[in-house]
């Protein structure tokens, strides 16, 4: 394991580096997304190259320890690789997490700026935009008799649903 590193190639050392503590924790949360992506790719595409590595020298050597004893470079690989992944993915959560913390704090405060009471609690008259004091929300149609004779034919069909399935269970 010790020597896997001296087996990447130039690109996949540079990415290996890029997710050094250090390196990321500079890191903006789209700059992260992009390195947990390129991350998880090259992860994706050394364990795949295992396991389909590993299952051709299984048929060659007719054992599975054999084909696994003969795959250990790609295998390292995806454990380097996973490894990154990882402090990149824990590094991408807590910058997430502060991301939307600041999200809802700006969100609440703006929230309370909005509100309808004013600071002072006294809920009167204040600066708003709104210059009518806007219609009352009564219907008018209820008294009508077209309304009434809806409703009570509502009334009605509702009755004999209920009769006729009283009927059914009695």
Request: glycine share 8%.
């Amino acid at each position: 394991m010790a020597k896997l590193p001296n087996t990447l190639s130039e690109d996949e050392f540079v990415l290996i580096r890029e997710t050094k503590k250090s390196q990321i924790a500079e890191l903006a949360e789209d700059d992260l997304i992009d390195l947990h992506t390129r991350t998880r790719r090259a992860r994706n595409k050394y364990v795949k190259l295992y396991r389909r590595s590993g299952a051709d020298k299984v048929g060659e050597k007719k054992s599975r320890a054999s084909g696994r004893a003969a795959n250990t470079r790609n295998a390292g690989k995806a454990e380097l690789f996973e490894d990154a992944l990882a402090r990149v993915s824990r590094r991408l959560a807590k910058v997430a997490r502060q991301s939307a913390q600041q999200l809802k704090e700006e969100r609440l405060a703006l929230a309370r700026s909005d509100s309808p009471v004013s600071s002072d609690g006294a809920g009167g008259k204040g600066k708003g935009k709104v210059k009518s004091e806007g219609k009352s929300r009564v219907d008018s149609t209820r008294d009508s008799s077209g309304r009434k004779k809806y409703e009570a034919s509502t009334i009605a069909a509702g009755a004999r649903r209920q009769v006729k399935k009283d009927k059914k269970n009695a």
